[in-house]
């Protein structure tokens, strides 16, 4: 694996052997010592243009446990804020010898832009990038899907058969689009929900099903609901009455949530509006996997971190990682 900078072009053996070596990665996290060798003598650039504290930090805890030397280099307060570009930047990370860049960008294709210029020879992971992708989300989410529902025999298997339910802001939401591609071609069965206003136009070309009926989904016993952030700072138009009626319609409260089959489970990628989107009395149920979510998206970063830097060269030596 060069890049990883989507899921839409993701394969399905691609996906798989992420997961899979996200899961010998979880195996050692349990362990008293957590750091492996593997990446030593490696450098991981943490390069954030947009805020995210979370993704930062899980990317960097991953770096760190494989042994990889991290830098974080985030764009306020750098040269960049200055007016430098991402072409200077790259250059400048080129010649202070970065294996790997991690980058999340305010504009869609930033990532693409970076690995395929010829500015740089790391590898690079697309940790966001505008409104269209953010691929170790969706990962780290299909991996909790598939550990929740197959348990510790989970290695190899797909989500055939599994019914998602996506539910909020759609249009500005690079974690919908990212899962909406993943779970299709892990053989998901994926409905989207939202307002009308907040459904993007092309919408008919993605592999799902939109409702606009919350309460319709979720009479169909979905396997997992996935809510997304409602993101207060990109909306610039008013895409629906007021949070209140928002909240009627299309939050999960107790509910709704007491109305899902046995064995559905609850998603949220974070940060979450408690009381917009989603009620505490949903996101601290039994069914909550929302700290799940936090903790294997660190076994997730690992593995694509290792498949990017060290993958190659066991591969050359016949091995299986």
Do not use: C
Not at 48 to 69: H, M, N, P, V
Not at 186 to 200: I, K
Not at 274 to 297: F, H, K, M
């Amino acid at each position: 694996m060069r890049h990883l900078l989507d899921t839409r072009t993701l394969d399905r053996d691609t996906a798989l052997r992420i997961l899979d070596v996200a899961e010998d990665m979880s195996d050692t996290q349990s362990r008293e010592v957590k750091k492996l060798p593997t990446l030593r003598g490696k450098t991981v650039v943490n390069l954030f243009f947009e805020d995210s504290t979370r993704t930062r930090i899980s990317f960097e805890a991953a770096a760190k446990r494989l042994s990889a030397d991290v830098i974080n280099f985030a764009a306020k307060g750098s040269s960049v804020s200055k007016g430098e570009s991402l072409k200077d930047t790259a250059q400048t990370l080129q010649a202070m010898g970065a294996d790997a860049v991690v980058i999340r960008h305010p504009a869609s294709g930033a990532p693409q832009t970076l690995a395929t210029s010829g500015w740089i020879s790391a590898g690079v992971v697309n940790a966001g990038d505008g409104t269209h992708e953010h691929p170790t989300q969706a990962l780290l989410d299909a991996f909790t899907i598939r550990k929740r529902r197959f348990g510790v025999d989970s290695r190899g298997r797909d989500l055939a058969g599994v019914r998602v339910v996506i539910v909020g802001d759609v249009l500005h939401s690079r974690v919908a689009r990212s899962n909406v591609w993943l779970l299709a071609t892990l053989g998901a069965e994926v409905t989207l929900v939202a307002p009308p206003t907040l459904v993007p136009q092309n919408v008919s070309l993605w592999p799902a099903k939109v409702v606009y009926d919350l309460d319709q989904a979720l009479a169909d016993g979905p396997d997992a609901v996935m809510m997304l952030r409602i993101q207060l700072e990109r909306m610039n138009a008013a895409y629906f009455p007021t949070e209140r009626e928002y909240s009627r319609r299309w939050g999960l409260d107790a509910l709704r949530v007491a109305g899902l089959p046995d064995g559905s489970i609850v998603m949220h990628p974070g940060p979450m509006n408690r009381g917009l989107e989603i009620s505490s009395e949903a996101a601290d149920s039994p069914r909550s996997t929302v700290l799940e979510q936090v903790t294997n998206g660190v076994s997730i970063r690992m593995a694509v971190l290792y498949l990017l830097l060290a993958g190659e060269r066991d591969d050359e030596r016949g091995g299986d990682q």
